[in-house]
Every structure is written in structure tokens, then in C-alpha cells.
């Protein structure tokens, strides 16, 4: 079969009444600008991108170089093209607003620029995050408030996993797909298309050194997995953790499996670990998209009504059975299946 491009799938949903002109373009515009963070990456320790920045972000996280780099390379390639609105980053604590005299458009695009970054320096896969929303009628310049929608009313979503290939896995809402970038061309080709994650796993993702911070639903779920073939599950599972989540999520909507960051005792005060509007939701919608499911434990992911910009939340994702059974521990335990 003849080889489809991102551009000749953007044509065909624009075609199908999915997406407008303008959502195409921003799609193209991000894409673009990540193959140059590929190429930054991929420098490594030659293109003296490594290492920290010396500054910090919103969150008072240390940043890497690349963290930088990548935000700046997402911001001047989405300010010029008109598609946008305004844009928000994981690492800015307000809102960026189109230049004046630009050309502006509908859209609000939010991006953790690179996430895992912790994962550069040892060479291990990191990744963008995006989602995309519209932004609300009569509104020219779009402050936070105007960001905080649902994950329900997400336009897209997707993430570029810089790994052994490049590869952006991106959703609209009518399917999740996946394009690998073939590097000689310099083109994302696509390599699946309607991609389903299986409802039923034996491989779980979460960061075991946090167990004893974990509340007791967790625990006891997590308990029964390591348990095995004796245990009440009945089965043997097996352990995942990049510590990248673009990485460990690629791996679930390849083969499937579950990733877990819950809450535990030291993050309880700001809420979880990872952030709604840039990791959370966008996965969240990737991750239905392919058949599986979001929550955190005890509420559907994409429902939440965002308080912040850079709100935390638990995240519990993948694989939808799994997920449910999770789920349904904690919602027990909380004394709510009535
Ligand atoms: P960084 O971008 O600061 O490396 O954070 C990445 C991340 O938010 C997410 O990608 C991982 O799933 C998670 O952190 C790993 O966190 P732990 O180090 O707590 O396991």
C-alpha cells in the first residue's frame, strides 16, 4: 500500500469534516516543530544541549537546557502562522499571547514541551505533550480562565515520543493514529491507523519506591498484582517504568498495559503528580480514543473542571478493565458505590 503522510491524513479529516483548515495547519505547525526538537535531542552531548539550564520553572522545577530550547522552538513556530489564539506551556506560568500585528486564529494550544526531561542526560526516550481547545467566542486575548475547559471538549491531542524512531501518535476524536517520522524524507508517515488498546493486561507501570506514601486502595491493589498466580488475581503481572510518560504511555497503546501515578502522602497537598491540562487530559483523550480508559482513581479524567493552569492530578490510564478494577477499589473505599 502506498505510504500516507500526516499532510495527506490531514487532507482526508478535513475531507471527512473532523477538522477545519486551521486545526490542520496548527497540527502541521506543531509537527514541524517537533522534528527540530528531535533533531535537538538527537544531538545529545555534541550539540552542548544537555544538562540543566540554571533556571527554574512555574512549578520550581530545576530546568534542563532541552526544557528551554523546546519551549522556545513550540512558541516561535506557533506565534506567526495565525492558527492560534494564545498558547499555554508546563514550564511558563501565564499564558503567551500572539505578537500584535500577527495574524491571530481560533485555537488554544497547551504543550509540556519536554517531558521526562529528567531522562535526557542517561539517554533514555523523552517527549512533547499537546492538546488542543477552542478558544471562547469574543475572547482576543485569552487569559488562564479561558484555558480551563474540560478535557471533554478537547479539539486534539497527541505526543511525539523522541526514541529509537520518532514516532507523534495524534487524535481528533474519531480514532487514534500513529505517524513515525522518516528521517531521510523528513516526513511523519503513518504506521497505524484506529489503534486499540486490549482491554485486559499483565503489565502495570508505577514507580514502586513511593508504595509506603500510597493510600490503602492502592495498596491493596497493587498488593494483589504482585501476588500473582497465588494471589486473587489469579495471574502473574509483569513491571514497567520508564519515568518518561510519553515513553510508558506509547508502550501501553502499543502492546497495552496500565500506568499509575497515584496519590501518596507526600504529594497529597498539591494534589498528585502530573499535570491536567498539559499530561493528563491530552492522554486521557489519546488513551480513550484507542478503547482504553483515564481516571484517578475515582473520577473520569477528561470530566474534571480544572482549577488551574497547572493543576495536579492522580492519573490511572490504559488498558480499560484494569483500569476499572483500580478504580473500583478506590471508589469502595471511599465508601461511594452506595
Ligand atoms: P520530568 O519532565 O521533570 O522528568 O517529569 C516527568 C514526569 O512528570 C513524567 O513523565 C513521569 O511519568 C514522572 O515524571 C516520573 O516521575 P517519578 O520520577 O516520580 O517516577
Redesign the pocket.
Known amino acids: 500500500m502506498k505510504p500516507v503522510s500526516l499532510i495527506q491524513f490531514l487532507i482526508e479529516e478535513r475531507r471527512a469534516g473532523n477538522i477545519n483548515a486551521e486545526l490542520s495547519l496548527l497540527i502541521e505547525v506543531v509537527a514541524r516543530a517537533c522534528k527540530r526538537i528531535g533533531v535537538a535531542t538527537g544531538k545529545g552531548a555534541l550539540g552542548g544541549v544537555l544538562g540543566e539550564a540554571g533556571t527554574g520553572n512555574i512549578q520550581g522545577?530545576a530546568q534542563k537546557k532541552l526544557?528551554v530550547i523546546s519551549n522556545e522552538i513550540l512558541l516561535e513556530a506557533n506565534a506567526w502562522g495565525g492558527h492560534l489564539a494564545a498558547c499555554a506551556s508546563e514550564e511558563m506560568e501565564d499564558p503567551q499571547q500572539i505578537p500584535d500585528g500577527y495574524p491571530k486564529g481560533q485555537h488554544l494550544l497547551l504543550f509540556?514541551p519536554?517531558?521526562?526531561?529528567?531522562?535526557i542526560d542517561v539517554n533514555i526516550s523523552?517527549g512533547t505533550i499537546f492538546s488542543v481547545l477552542r478558544c471562547p467566542d469574543g475572547v482576543t486575548e485569552p487569559k488562564a480562565e479561558h484555558f480551563l475547559q474540560p478535557g471533554t471538549t478537547q479539539l486534539a491531542a497527541g505526543y511525539v515520543v523522541y526514541g529509537p524512531s520518532t514516532v507523534l501518535v495524534l487524535t481528533f476524536g474519531y480514532g487514534t493514529h500513529e505517524f513515525t517520522l522518516d528521517r531521510e524524507v523528513g516526513s511523519f508517515i503513518l504506521s497505524r491507523r484506529g489503534i486499540r488498546i486490549p482491554e485486559a493486561t499483565a503489565e502495570f507501570a508505577i514507580?514502586m519506591?513511593?508504595q509506603r506514601h500510597w493510600q490503602a486502595p492502592m495498596q491493596r491493589y497493587v498488593g494483589e498484582l504482585l501476588a500473582g498466580k497465588e494471589g486473587p488475581r489469579g495471574k502473574d503481572f509483569n513491571m514497567r517504568?520508564?519515568?518518561?510518560?510519553?515513553a510508558?504511555v506509547h508502550r501501553i497503546v502499543t502492546r497495552g498495559g496500565v500506568?499509575y501515578?497515584p496519590l501518596d502522602a507526600k504529594i497529597e497537598k498539591q494534589g498528585g503528580?502530573?499535570?491536567l491540562m498539559y499530561?493528563a487530559n491530552p492522554m486521557a483523550f489519546i488513551v480513550e480514543q484507542a478503547g482504553g480508559a483515564a481516571t484517578t482513581g475515582r473520577q473520569r479524567i477528561m470530566e474534571l473542571q480544572p482549577g488551574g493552569l497547572h493543576q495536579r492530578v492522580p492519573v490511572f490510564l490504559g488498558s480499560k478493565a484494569e483500569v476499572e478494577v483500580a478504580t473500583h477499589y478506590h471508589l469502595e473505599a471511599d465508601g461511594a458505590l452506595g
Not at 519536554?114 to 531522562?119: E, H, K, R, V, Y
Not at 517504568?241 to 510519553?246: F, G, H, N
Open positions: 522545577e526544557d509540556d519536554l517531558d521526562g526531561s529528567s531522562n523523552v514507580n519506591s513511593n517504568w520508564v519515568a518518561s510518560m510519553v510508558d500506568f501515578y503528580k502530573l499535570r499530561e
